[in-house]
């Protein structure tokens, strides 16, 4: 079956197979629906996990056997690194943050953040890179991270800073909304193609030529 990208807690993962990577999206916790992404390297069968949000009894049947190399997590907020501690006790995973967000991440869940990026740095899988972008504005630190599929299109990781029918919470912040979507517009759609595919922190996926025509209409409503 062709993957979609419609997950639910407690319902099947969808994996999306392409040349060099494995997608494999799963989502954890009833309460707050959160999407965690394994991406394995065909090749030589690295594992990296995007948000080890809950729910370790979901994410270490995923992981299996093959182990897990590194954790990355897009921002600080509390619904995105609950696992994190348990994933990185049972792996060993180095972990990956955005350098802003890396001391709030260690102070909630208590493991040491091991690399902190930010725009241009690169965080490998095998033989695959995925380029880090900073988006400011959900939170200080916020990343995304796009692979840039030579078989195909570009891969967009995007936290909670783009989902389908906007960007992420700036919970009343005018400055944090006008930097948030700046970042988006000039780093996001400003740079890569329609048919980038974007996978989110929460619900569906899109592409960035589907979202495009809205951006004058989220910076018109501020939200």
Known sequence: MSYSGAVKP???IDVRELGTLT??????????SNNC???TCRESGDQLLIDAAAEPGTLMPLIGESGLSTVVTTHQHWDHHRALADVVGATQAVTVAGEPDAAAI???TGVPIDRTVTDGDVVTV???ELEVIRITGHTPGSICLVYDDPDGHPHLFTGDSLFPGGVGATF?????FATLIDDVEHKLFGRLPDDTWFYPGHGDDSTLGAERPGLPEWRERGW
Not at 172 to 176: I, L, N
């Open 10 to 12: 407690g319902g099947p």
């Open 23 to 32: 997608i494999t999206k799963v989502a954890v916790d009833p309460d707050t």
């Open 37 to 39: 992404y394994l991406v």
């Open 106 to 108: 260690t102070e909630q």
């Open 126 to 128: 095998g033989g695959c």
């Open 172 to 176: 009343g912040d005018e400055a944090a």
